[in-house]
């Protein structure tokens, strides 16, 4: 949509349903669950064979039971002041306490995490909302390594009207496949690279935000990237948001002999490249314990400064207390965290192994990972007519047939919608290159198979329909 036409919406919403221009504006624009709503309102089960299997988010459905279970016997509310205002929006001592601990132990920190620098929020969206209100006026950029969680797009833009500035590798020295988008040296030219244009474009850049691991890639970062990613920001005087929310969400994939495991930033030594209070890390509920519903994230940070701000506005977006007991309990109880973890793990490399299995039986190329919930698959071809195969040149987004490209891929998830699989289209991703796709992993395993059936019969059903127009 252009931007004329664009005004015309937000125009035709003010005044029909009486919004503020920001309100309308956001109405025409931005409502990205309104039209999901309606998608996602009949999901395939074995009792509703016609149902969409949805592979495009990033949900692990594979112990929900057992979350339900452990929350139906645990509910409690504790203490019993949590149905009052209790300790007010930053967050119940007892879930920050619990966080607390589980950060100091499991993610290895190197100073003890405290409640007093965590912030609890209703998932990390609104975390992430929060610390870019917090640090960005209107316009500000933050940075983030492409491709990128489609997420970050929405909640920096949503309510804070700051941009994400795409970090872009193609064409910087050492860059020439996946692998190289995780190593320091290329990382430090591609930050110096994106830093040094946005400036001239007349962007004030506030912050670099990583997912690690890597959402979509799959991927963690080695610790000499993240001290790259440090030391870049201490230089500049930028925030360093690492997101860690798929750090348990990690498992052995023996397609990959030396992969790199998942270090927390906290765990590592900072302190002579960087301000602390520059560096804020995320976590949430939502993947790594199998509960995207539950609405639950924080932010740990010594900024407190970023604590101030958040309080003030999260008067408005609260966690219930009475919910954070329910994640508070499963931090506590870690008998019952590590038998989960350990079981989930298994479920998880259990489900790679048949979706990759399958994908190597039917030619489809993919990139192997060891972290997340789903897989970064090559497309590439069926963008490509069959004449040039091999020229991948044209499907970089700079391309002069970009736009069909995209187009191509928007029509091949479309096609798997209309079979009832919906699989995510790499542009979503901010990538830098068309014919990649994002396909989730971790549903129960009827749902699953199903829904591999469905994507093979949609790819055959793209290839005809790729090879008729050209
Ligand atoms: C990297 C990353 N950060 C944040 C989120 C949002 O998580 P939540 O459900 O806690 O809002 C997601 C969800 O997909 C994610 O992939």
Redesign the pocket.
């Known amino acids: 949509m252009n931007p004329a036409s664009q005004d015309e919406a937000a125009q035709t919403a003010i005044t029909r349903h009486r919004l503020s221009t920001r309100g309308a504006h956001n109405f025409a624009h931005r409502d990205v669950w309104g039209p999901r709503e309606k998608t996602m309102a009949n999901p395939w089960s074995p009792g509703n064979p016609d149902g969409t299997v949805i592979l495009r988010?990033?949900e692990n459905s594979l112990l929900h039971e057992e979350v339900a279970e452990f929350i139906k016997a645990q509910m409690t509310v504790l203490p019993i002041e949590h149905l009052t205002y209790s300790t007010g929006p930053r967050g119940s001592r007892r879930l920050r306490r619990a966080a607390a601990s589980f950060l100091t132990e499991e993610f290895q920190a190197r100073e003890p995490v405290t409640a007093d620098n965590l912030f609890i929020t209703p998932?990390?969206?609104?975390?992430?909302d929060a610390v870019a209100w917090s640090i960005c006026d209107e316009g500000d950029g933050i940075l983030i390594p492409q491709p990128l969680?489609n997420?970050?797009n929405f909640?920096t833009l949503n309510r804070s009207n700051a941009r994400v500035v795409g970090v872009p590798y193609e064409g910087i020295e050492g860059f020439s496949e996946l692998e190289d988008l995780f190593d320091p040296d290329v990382n430090q030219r591609a930050l110096e690279g994106a830093l040094r244009k946005a400036q001239n474009d007349g962007i004030t850049v506030r912050a670099l935000l990583i997912?690690n691991p890597h959402?979509p890639l799959g991927r963690c970062y080695p610790p000499e990237t993240l001290r790259e990613f440090a030391a870049f920001c201490g230089r500049h005087r930028l925030h360093f948001i690492s997101?860690e929310?798929?750090a348990k969400s990690v498992f052995d994939n023996p397609a990959m002999p030396a992969p790199t495991p998942f270090v927390s930033t906290l765990a590592l030594d900072f302190g002579d490249v960087i301000d602390p209070t520059l560096l804020h890390v995320?976590y949430?509920?939502?993947?790594d314990f199998c509960a995207?519903g539950l609405?639950?994230?924080f932010v740990a940070t010594k900024n407190e400064g970023i604590l101030g701000a958040m309080s003030s506005i999260s008067m408005f977006s609260w966690a219930s207390h009475v919910i954070q007991d329910a994640w508070a309990a499963m931090l506590d109880d870690r008998e019952w965290m590590n038998n989960f973890m350990a079981k989930k793990t298994r479920l998880m490399v259990e489900n790679y192994n048949i979706v990759t299995s399958f994908f190597r039986e039917h030619g489809i190329s993919y990139c192997e990972s060891n972290a997340g919930l789903f897989i970064w698959i090559d497309l590439r071809r069926l963008l490509l007519p069959k004449s040039s195969q091999a020229d991948h040149s044209q499907l970089k987004v700079t391309s002069p047939e970009a736009d069909m490209y995209k187009q191509r891929e928007m029509t091949t998830a479309d096609i798997c919608a209309k079979n009832g699989v919906m699989i995510a289209p790499g542009n979503v991703y901010v990538p830098e290159e068309f014919g990649w796709f994002r396909i989730t992993f971790t549903v129960g395993k009827g749902a699953l198979q199903e829904g591999l059936n469905r994507f093979l019969e949609s790819l055959a059903e793209v290839e005809a329909e790729t090879y008729r127009v050209q």
Request: net charge neutral; aromatic share 12%; hydrophobic share 40%.
């Open positions: 988010l990033a998932g990390l969206a609104s975390a992430i969680y997420g970050f909640d997912s959402n997101d929310i798929y995320l949430g509920a939502s993947k995207n609405r639950l994230g």
